[in-house]
């Protein structure tokens, strides 16, 4: 029989496909959106139901990640999450600064105002 931690690291990178749905302990239910490089090392990006896109370590995320199973219910849309020009969501940078904290989709990315 294998040990627990033995199946945990077999199964630790099943996720880790673009469109899998998963569920991290922190973030909640999302799906993968990408899996590729960022920065030199492997990524992958996660549209989480709460509202955000994470980009996610697979080496420090996969202990938090798990396969969605059918008894998982979304992870409830935090309303104060959304895009500050538009109000779309996935949110995909979130930048803190002296005027507070500002969050922005894909299409203002650069609309971050000091
Ligand atoms: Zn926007």
Not at 36 to 55: L, M, N, Q, S
Not at 69 to 92: E, F, Q, T, W, Y
Request: charged letters at 25%; proline letters at 8%; hydrophobic letters at 35%.
């Amino acid at each position: 029989m294998p040990s627990p931690a033995t199946v945990s690291e077999a199964n630790a990178e099943d996720w880790l496909q673009e469109g899998t749905a998963i569920v991290h302990a922190t973030f909640g239910t999302g799906r993968v959106v990408r899996v590729g490089p960022y920065k030199g090392a492997r990524a992958a990006w996660v549209d989480f139901d709460r509202g955000y896109r994470k980009t996610l370590d697979p080496e420090y995320a996969s202990p938090h990640v798990r396969l969605r199973s059918p008894a998982d219910a979304d992870s409830a849309l935090d309303p104060a999450i959304k895009c500050d020009a538009c109000g779309d969501r996935p949110v995909v940078v979130t930048i803190a600064g002296a005027g507070g904290t500002q969050q922005f989709c894909e299409a203002h990315t650069t609309s971050y105002r000091p």
